[in-house]
């Protein structure tokens, strides 16, 4: 039964999986290739009763499509928020507006001034612009935007505790991942 099994060489000679290789490149069809043949080894070896046309080309085709197919499929996918929590942190949170994505779109399908002063010609300050707007919405004097709540929380200690003995609850302390923590 194991002789049946044809080799990786001969599988990617297939004209089924040349096509696959012109949709999905040939790095990822040689692994496909590799794995599914592996899978076919493991059945039958372990005294599987196969059925006849298993290492037929077409059947290896069709095992080899269904595997690019799920290795290609994004793992972040849509679904329905039924918990009752509207803002669910692991459902995405907070949804955006459509125009809020469309900047965002923009923003990051084209270059932008993030970091580029237009009147100076010369690198920028990020912060800048943004500031005067969370100035103005907020009353502050000064402002600066960070990319998640654990650096808002350190800055906010570092700045208004700094020095000083500041009690934190065990259930507040900040573990993101294996590497960031600010006990």
Known sequence: MLAAIPSVDR?????????????????????AVRSVLAALRNDATRGDELPHDTFAEPAIAARLKAALEKAARPSLRTVFNLTGTVLHTNMGRALLPESAVAAVVSAMTRPCNLEYDLDSG??????????????????????????????????????????????????????????????
């Open 11 to 31: 599988v990617l000679n297939m004209g089924a999986t040349r096509a696959l290789i012109s949709e999905y490149g040939r790095t990822p069809v040689s692994m």
């Open 122 to 183: 010369a690198r920028g300050d990020r912060d800048a612009l943004v500031e005067d707007l969370l100035c103005e919405l907020t009353g502050a004097e000064a402002a600066t935007v960070v990319n998640n709540n654990a650096a808002a929380v350190f800055l906010a200690l570092n700045t208004l505790g700094l020095r000083k003995e500041v009690v934190v609850s065990r259930g507040e302390l900040v573990e993101i991942g294996g590497a960031f923590r600010a006990p």
